[in-house]
Nanobody, 127 residues
Framework: QVQLVESGGGLVQAGNSLKLSCAAS????????MGWFRQAPGKEREFVAA????????YYADSVKGRFTISRDNAKNTLYLQMNSLISEDTAVYYC????????????????????WGQGTQVTVSS
């Protein structure tokens, strides 16, 4: 089992950057592929980015491609999401999630495939 705690959210002006972190407990962090999802008020939770267990493969939603970068440090049991050129549409609660699976690609895009979730961190982008 793994416990996830997000941090780094806050209020930022449009065009600026923010970096989210997700600290994982336990010794098996590297056994999990990881993902970031977000949920805006009145909307369904949506996929943002995912990264394979080794960190070699990454996946992004079209809406954030070129602006966001997902990365991980398995030695520190930490997942990151660097968010640049933020826009008001990025305002949401951001969640990190872990999936214990070797499948890649479209499997990581689906929230119901993930086994563990953090509590979320609020990101608000002012225009």
């Amino acid at each position: 089992q793994v416990q996830l705690v997000e941090s780094g959210g806050g209020l930022v002006q449009a065009g600026n950057s923010l970096k989210l972190s997700c600290a994982a407990s336990g010794r098996t962090f590297s056994s999990y592929a990881m993902g970031w999802f977000r949920q805006a008020p009145g909307k369904e939770r949506e996929f943002v980015a995912a990264i394979s267990r080794s960190g070699v493969n990454t996946y992004y939603a079209d809406s954030v491609k070129g602006r966001f970068t997902i990365s991980r440090d398995n030695a520190k049991n930490t997942l990151y999401l660097q968010m640049n050129s933020l826009i008001s549409e990025d305002t949401a609660v951001y969640y990190c999630a872990a999936v214990n699976a070797v499948s890649g690609g479209s499997y990581y895009l689906l929230s119901h495939n993930y086994n563990y979730w953090g509590q979320g961190t609020q990101v608000t982008v002012s225009s």
